[in-house]
């Protein structure tokens, strides 16, 4: 597609059910990143793909965060158990490998949990 | 590990005018990548800048220019003719030569009057 594309657009969730966010990154992007952006807060890595490997899950806050990639294309973040800390927006960005720092980011998801 | 400080939470200014938003940094690392990015109100994260820690001309994209001062570790954005579509939030990152995760600031609000 010609940009990142993020799905849904916003989430209201209950506390304790689990929610899946999808990315569709650009096109031939073999990169692929899942940041979190709280109320009033920087971005915060969650996890990197390159293909379909997870190289570095290091930012994932617990592990009731977990995330796929298939065919090198789209990803899901799934939260399970959904805390009222887990509200924020998330943010995906893909990028072509041999220019890592060229990010695209996508409009991201808000996640708000009640 | 980076660490990226933005120590201005609000920044206004008036249609046509100048403004400068700031940022320090603290990395170890001898190569790096340093960023501005726009985030208007659709979330999306605009890269505005980019800045390669090893030239020492600072980058310009036409009314956007950074003041970079490496041994300051100091990373500033100049806004010339501001315009009312520059109202956004804006975000300082840094990514080493090495590694993929961008550190972000936790950003700067601007407003422009007009």
């Known amino acids: 597609g010609a940009g990142v594309s993020q799905s849904p657009s916003n989430k209201v969730t209950e506390k304790g059910k689990d929610v899946e966010l999808r990315c569709d990154p650009i096109?031939?992007?073999?990169?692929l990143y899942w940041y979190r952006q709280s109320l009033g807060q920087g971005l915060e890595f969650l996890i990197y793909?390159?293909?379909?490997?997870?190289?570095?899950k290091s930012g994932l806050p617990s592990d009731r965060f977990s995330a796929e990639r298939t065919g090198g294309s789209v990803s899901t973040l799934t939260i399970q158990r959904t805390q009222q800390e887990d509200s924020a927006v998330y943010l995906c960005a893909s990028s072509l490998v041999e220019d890592s720092y060229g990010y695209t980011f996508g409009s991201g998801t808000r996640l708000t949990v009640v | 590990a980076q660490t990226v400080t933005q120590s201005q939470p609000e920044m206004s200014v008036q249609e046509a005018e100048t403004v400068t938003l700031s940022c320090t940094y603290d990395?170890?690392?001898?190569?790096?990548?340093l960023f501005w990015y726009k985030q208007p109100p659709s979330r999306q994260m605009i890269l505005v800048i980019r800045q390669e820690a090893y030239k020492q001309q600072n980058a310009t994209e036409n009314r956007f220019s950074v003041n970079f001062q490496k041994a300051a570790k100091s990373f500033s954005l100049k806004i010339s003719d501001s315009q009312l579509g520059d109202a956004a939030m804006y975000f300082c990152?840094?990514?080493?030569?090495?590694?993929?995760?961008?550190?972000f600031g936790k950003g700067t609000s601007l407003l422009v009057t007009p």
């Open positions: 793909f390159q293909g379909n490997s997870a190289p570095d």
């Open positions: 096109s031939g992007h073999t990169a």
């Open positions: 990395t170890s690392e001898s190569d790096y990548y």
């Open positions: 990152a840094c990514v080493s030569n090495s590694g993929y995760a961008l550190n």
